[in-house]
């Protein structure tokens, strides 16, 4: 059974950095992906970056570009999204998403295609 573990979330002044960290295990295959998700209150659930376990293939959204950087290790199953001069914009509660389409893909953030989701870690910027 796929399981996905965010952690690392917190409170941030604008400016400010956080990293989060997806634990992945279950698997049967190396080629899924991981996509991270954001969801700030009362706003629909929107898609922030992917990487693919295989070739390490990135993908960011551009209100994101620029600021936050994805990479894994693949040695402990764990994606990073390092997040940089954050914004108090960037508040939401930050998921993780594992799929196997490519990181390029055109239907790469429609989150209602998603099978596999962690619990979500709450990331607040103050302003």
């Known amino acids: 059974e796929v399981q996905l573990v965010e952690s690392g979330g917190g409170l941030v002044q604008a400016g400010g950095s956080l990293r989060l960290s997806c634990a992945a295990s279950?698997?049967?295959?190396?080629?899924?992906?991981i996509v991270w998700f954001r969801q700030a209150p009362g706003k629909e659930r929107e898609g922030v970056s992917c990487i693919s376990r295989s070739d390490g293939t990135t993908a960011y959204a551009a209100s994101v570009k620029g600021r936050f950087t994805i990479s894994s290790d693949n040695a402990k199953n764990t994606v990073y999204l390092q997040m940089n001069t954050l914004k108090p914009e960037d508040t939401a509660v930050y998921h993780c998403?594992?799929?196997?389409?490519?990181?390029?893909?055109?239907?790469?953030?429609?989150?209602?295609?998603?099978?596999?989701w962690g619990q979500g870690t709450q990331v607040t910027v103050s302003s």
């Open positions: 998403a594992s799929d196997y389409r490519p990181c390029g893909s055109s239907t790469l953030y429609r989150r209602d295609e998603y099978a596999y």
């Open positions: 279950g698997f049967t295959f190396d080629d899924y992906v």
